[in-house]
């Protein structure tokens, strides 16, 4: 399964508690795939049940870590989001999780005028 960013960040959106993000457009399986990774790239605290083949068949966030909010304080503006997602989307790529942050940060900077 690939990874999906726009879930990871509606996932992450969810965790924080502040929003309750439309997830009906995903299956159960690739929530459960994407809060493993989410649990695994330490932006949460959680648990991962595995099956025999090593296949997360549960996953269960409790809450955020210090990653987690620092990539969601980059994500969190619907139209700072769009914007990089677009550029992204544009190039074809599938970019690291760090880039993907950094972009986020420097549209955010211009918004401020710290750019």
Excluded at 22 to 45: C, I, N, P
Excluded at 51 to 61: H, I, L, T, V, Y
Excluded at 103 to 110: A, T
Aim: charged share 30%; proline share 4%; aromatic share 6%.
């Amino acid at each position: 399964m690939k990874r999906d960013m726009e879930l990871i960040r509606l996932l992450l959106l969810e965790v924080e508690g502040d929003d309750k993000p439309d997830l009906s457009g995903y299956t159960e399986e690739q929530q459960v795939y994407h809060m493993a990774l989410l649990v695994e790239a330490e932006l949460v605290k959680g648990a991962v049940v595995e099956d025999e083949a090593g296949k997360p068949c549960s996953a269960q966030a409790i809450r955020l870590t210090w990653k987690g909010h620092e990539f969601l304080d980059a994500a969190r503006n619907p139209s700072v989001w769009e914007r990089v997602w677009k550029k992204v989307k544009s190039d074809g790529a599938s970019l690291p999780l760090p880039i993907i942050q950094d972009m986020l940060i420097s549209v955010l900077k211009k918004q401020v005028g710290l750019e």
